[in-house]
């Protein structure tokens, strides 16, 4: 008898054991992981049209951390702009409009 893992013949029948430990052990971490190059020869290419569309260069995706009194302090202002009838309002305009109106002459020495 097959041991019982939790995840049942279906479960095993989608994951193919090796695709999933290569891209956990180098597709996050890598600019270009070698089971990336293998995986692409394996499967179709991707339709043309997919690849033909530009990426948006008027922004970019990044990631910063807020101590979660700050990020609370953040929604509860998002709410607030909400409830005014501010449809738009969201996390990263509210830091857009603050970045407008900062001053450096303010900001305290030991940020």
């Known amino acids: 008898m097959?041991?019982?893992?939790?995840?049942?013949?279906?479960?095993?029948?989608?994951?193919?054991?090796?695709?999933?430990?290569?891209?956990?052990?180098?597709?996050?971490?890598?600019?270009?992981?070698?089971?990336?190059?293998?995986?692409?020869?394996?499967?179709?290419?991707?339709?043309?049209?997919?690849?033909?569309?530009?990426k948006p260069t008027h922004y970019k995706v990044i990631c910063i951390s807020l101590y979660t009194k700050d990020l609370d302090q953040l929604d509860g202002m998002v709410e607030a702009l909400k409830a005014q009838g501010v449809t738009k309002a969201s996390r990263s305009a509210l830091i857009r409009a603050a970045l407008e109106q900062v001053d450096l002459d303010k900001v305290p020495r030991g940020m």
């Open 2 to 54: 097959a041991r019982d893992d939790g995840m049942g013949l279906a479960g095993r029948a989608l994951l193919d054991k090796d695709e999933v430990e290569g891209v956990l052990s180098g597709s996050f971490y890598t600019a270009r992981p070698v089971a990336d190059v293998a995986y692409e020869a394996a499967t179709p290419a991707a339709p043309k049209s997919a690849a033909a569309v530009p």
